[in-house]
């Protein structure tokens, strides 16, 4: 007896006949044929993007197993089993994890909004939620921050990507800002004059932006001047130490007291 002579005498398993069978095959391999030109035509509207490779890759693996879920869902059907309870069944199921793995889902979705928008990179030196450092990996859940004290940090992409983040390498170059305080007695261009003699001696500093220094508040005991310099973002913490030790050796050869702290205790005899 032949295949078709089989599938017209309803010959099968149960409630399956055997031309349910051949429908669902003949389906499933014309979904298997419509889900690869499918992928490859995602796969080639991907590489034109310019979404992140990893990006490419996340997507593509969503959208290949969610095509493979309509696949199982239409076999059934083609089947003659009713896939209704099984439809209600995966999202109920589907439900249940999503709620389960919401904090998973979440960073998901902050490292699909990191890779895809560029607020940093390997290599960038960034501050969020309280913790700065160097990134040294970033996946679809965390990324990875090496502090300057060594401590390799995991923050959860849902926290960067919900939270204020400073990006400390994307212009290039960084501002310096030092506060130092001078005696009410020395001269305010003299202590002005010995702050660019520190700024000069730095190799690092830039020369465009040009440095800067104002006298920038009264203190009770003391004058405050702001110096601002700009170094390349490599030569910031190079730079900045140079020139808090610079400033000391200048002002003490300019004669420029810097003040502190200090309490006067006198002495009276009865």
Request: glycine letters at 8%.
């Amino acid at each position: 007896m032949s295949f078709s002579e089989l599938a017209e005498k309803n010959i099968g398993i149960g409630r399956i006949t055997v031309g349910d069978l051949f429908s669902a095959l003949l389906t499933l391999i014309i979904c298997l044929i419509v889900i690869r030109i499918i992928l490859r035509v995602t796969k080639k509207l991907l590489g034109r993007s310019r979404l992140d490779s990893r990006v490419q890759k996340y997507l593509a693996s969503g959208i290949k197993g969610l095509l493979y879920l309509i696949t199982i869902v239409i076999v059934i059907g083609e089947m003659g089993i009713d896939s209704s309870s099984l439809v209600a069944l995966l999202s109920v199921g589907s439900l249940g994890v999503t709620l389960a793995a919401e904090s998973i889902l979440g960073n998901m979705a902050g490292g699909l909004v990191i890779l895809s928008s560029h607020p940093f990179t390997i290599g960038d030196f960034i501050e969020a939620d309280g913790t700065s450092g160097t990134v040294e990996e970033i996946t679809l859940n965390h990324t990875r921050l090496l502090t300057l004290d060594g401590i390799m940090v995991s923050i959860p992409n849902k926290v960067l990507s919900d939270s204020k983040m400073s990006n400390y390498t994307a212009l290039g170059r960084r501002r310096i800002c030092w506060k130092v305080t001078a005696s009410y007695d020395a001269p305010t261009q003299t202590v002005k004059d010995a702050c660019r003699e520190a700024i000069a001696s730095i190799p690092q500093i830039l020369p465009d932006p040009a440095a800067s220094v104002y006298l920038s508040n009264y203190g009770e005991n003391s004058i405050e001047y702001s110096i601002y310099c700009w170094c390349k973002t490599e030569d910031y913490w190079p730079a900045y130490f140079a020139l808090g030790e610079n400033i000391r050796v200048a002002f003490t050869q300019a004669n420029v007291e810097m003040t502190y702290n200090h309490l006067n205790v006198h002495m009276m005899g009865k």
